[in-house]
C-alpha cells in the first residue's frame, strides 16, 4: 500500500513538473497559480506528519538561505513600516519560504523523470510561448509580453525554457528529439527578440555559451552534417525574424545616448535609468544598512525623479534587482540575495566536479541557467518581486539542486518503488 501511494506520488510529480515549465511563456501567472496551489499541499502534508521534510544538505543550505534573505527583508519593512498595511508587502516573501516543503515532496520521484519531463516541458512551452509572442508582435504591432503581461519577465521564461531545451539536446542525446528540441530553442530566442528586452538577450546568449562549455565533449560528438545543417537553420531562422527587430532597439539606444551626453535630455529610456540608478546610490548611502522596505520604492522612486531630475514617471523598481533591494533592504539584503545565487552555483559547481551522472549534471545545469539568466538581466531589470520570476527561481532551485544533489524519497522510503513503472 504505501509503495502504491509513493507511485502516485512520481505520477503526480510528473504532471507537476510539466505543468511547472510548460505554462509560463504563453500562461504567464498560471504556473504561480499551479506551483503555490501544490507548495500549499506540500506544507499541509509535513505540517500534519503525512510527509517529513528531505535530509538532503543541499537543500537545507538553500533553506537557510533563503529564512535569511527574507528575515533581512521583514525586519528591513517592518522597522520601516508607518502602517500595518504596508506589512502586506511581506506576503510574496512566501514563495521563497515554501521551497522546503515543496522540494520534500517533489523528491517523491524519479530523477530521471522529472529530468525528461522539464526538457519536454520546456520545449513544448518555447513554441506555445513564439505563438502568442508572434500574434502580440506581428498583429498587435507591439513588444512581446507573452501570457507575462509584461516583455521583461516574458523574455525571462522563455530564455529560460529555451536553455533547457538546448540542454534537453545533450543530456537526452535521443535523435528524434534532436530537430524538435533544436527548434525549440530556436523559438526560444525568437520569441526573445520579439520581446524587445535587451538585457535577456545578453543573459540568453551568455547561458547558452555556459551550456555549450558544459557539455563540450558532448557537443564534440554532435557535430556531424545532418546537425550543421540544423544549426545553420537555427541561426538563419533567427536572424531573419530578428534582425529588424534588433536594429531598432540598438539604433534607440544609440540614440539616447546622443541624446543624453550631447543635450542632457534625460527623458529617454536611458536617461531615465541612469537617473534612477544615480538616486539609489545617493538612498543606499544614506541608509546603508536597514533600508527603507519593501512598500517604500514606488513612493521614493515618484518623488526622487520628479524633485531631483524634474521627470515625471512612475516605477515599482529601480531598472536594477540589485540597487533594488539593496534600497529597500541595504547591504545586508543584498548579500543576502547575492548568498542565493552563491549556494546555487556551489550546488553546481560540486556537482561537475564530482559527479559524472547526466541527470545530476544536467541538474547542476539548471542552476546555472538560473544563475546567469537572473544576475545578468537583473543588472537592468527586476530579479524578486514578481509572482512569475518569483516562482520560476523557486522551481528552478527545486528542480535543480533535487536533481544535482538531491535523494529521490522514493528509494529513502521504498527502494523498489523507484524502479516499478509510473
Not at 79 to 107: C, E, I, K, V
Not at 215 to 240: D, K
Not at 246 to 258: E, I, S
Request: aromatic residues 12%; contains cysteine; proline residues 2%.
Amino acid at each position: 500500500m504505501f509503495s502504491k501511494d509513493l507511485l502516485n506520488y512520481r505520477s503526480v510529480n510528473k504532471l507537476f513538473t510539466f505543468l511547472c515549465f510548460v505554462t509560463p511563456p504563453a500562461a504567464g501567472s498560471a504556473v504561480s497559480f499551479i506551483w503555490h496551489g501544490g507548495a500549499l499541499w506540500c506544507l499541509f502534508e509535513i505540517v500534519t506528519g503525512r510527509r517529513k521534510f528531505s535530509r538532503d544538505r543541499a537543500m537545507w543550505v538553500m533553506t537557510i538561505v533563503l529564512i535569511t534573505y527574507c528575515l533581512v527583508i521583514a525586519v528591513s519593512t517592518i522597522w520601516n513600516s508607518q502602517t500595518f498595511g504596508d506589512m502586506r508587502h511581506l506576503l510574496r516573501l512566501a514563495t521563497l519560504l515554501l521551497f522546503p516543503f515543496s522540494y520534500s515532496l517533489w523528491s517523491i520521484s524519479n530523477k530521471a523523470d522529472v529530468a525528461r519531463t522539464s526538457v519536454l516541458a520546456s520545449m513544448i512551452a518555447c513554441y506555445a510561448g513564439l505563438a502568442v509572442a508572434a500574434f502580440q508582435y506581428y498583429y498587435l504591432g507591439e513588444r512581446a509580453w507573452g501570457g507575462a503581461g509584461n516583455p521583461i519577465v516574458f523574455a525571462t521564461v522563455i530564455g529560460l525554457t529555451g536553455a533547457v531545451s538546448l540542454a534537453g539536446i545533450f543530456f537526452l542525446q535521443e535523435k528524434k528529439l534532436t530537430l524538435p528540441l533544436a527548434g525549440a530553442f530556436a523559438a526560444s530566442w525568437i520569441g526573445l527578440i520579439f520581446s524587445g528586452s535587451r538585457a535577456l538577450w545578453i543573459s540568453s546568449f551568455v547561458a547558452t555559451a555556459a551550456i555549450l562549455w558544459i557539455y563540450r565533449r558532448t557537443l564534440s560528438r554532435y557535430i556531424s552534417p545532418r546537425n550543421a545543417v540544423i544549426i545553420a537553420a537555427i541561426f538563419v531562422a533567427i536572424a531573419a525574424a530578428g534582425a529588424p527587430t534588433v536594429a531598432d532597439r540598438m539604433g534607440k539606444v544609440a540614440a539616447d545616448w546622443d541624446k543624453l551626453a550631447v543635450n542632457d535630455q534625460q527623458e529617454t529610456s536611458l536617461g531615465v535609468r541612469l537617473s534612477l540608478w544615480e538616486m539609489a546610490l545617493d538612498l543606499v548611502q544614506q541608509r546603508p544598512f536597514i533600508g527603507y522596505g519593501m512598500g517604500s520604492t514606488r513612493q521614493l522612486i515618484t518623488t526622487g525623479l520628479r524633485d531631483q531630475y524634474g521627470l515625471d514617471f512612475t516605477f515599482t523598481h529601480f531598472h536594477n534587482g540589485f540597487a533594488t533591494i539593496t534600497v529597500e533592504a541595504g547591504l545586508i539584503g543584498l548579500l543576502a540575495l547575492l548568498a542565493i545565487f552563491a549556494a546555487a552555483s556551489a550546488t553546481a559547481f560540486r556537482c561537475f566536479r564530482d559527479s559524472h551522472d547526466e541527470v545530476e549534471r544536467f541538474g547542476a545545469t539548471l542552476l546555472v541557467i538560473l544563475v546567469v539568466t537572473y544576475m545578468i538581466s537583473g543588472l537592468t531589470s527586476i530579479i524578486l518581486g514578481h509572482d512569475i520570476l518569483d516562482t520560476m527561481m523557486v522551481i528552478f532551485l527545486i528542480t535543480g539542486t533535487y536533481l544535482a544533489a538531491g535523494t529521490s524519497m522514493m528509494l529513502v522510503s521504498d527502494p523498489s518503488a523507484a524502479e516499478k513503472p509510473a
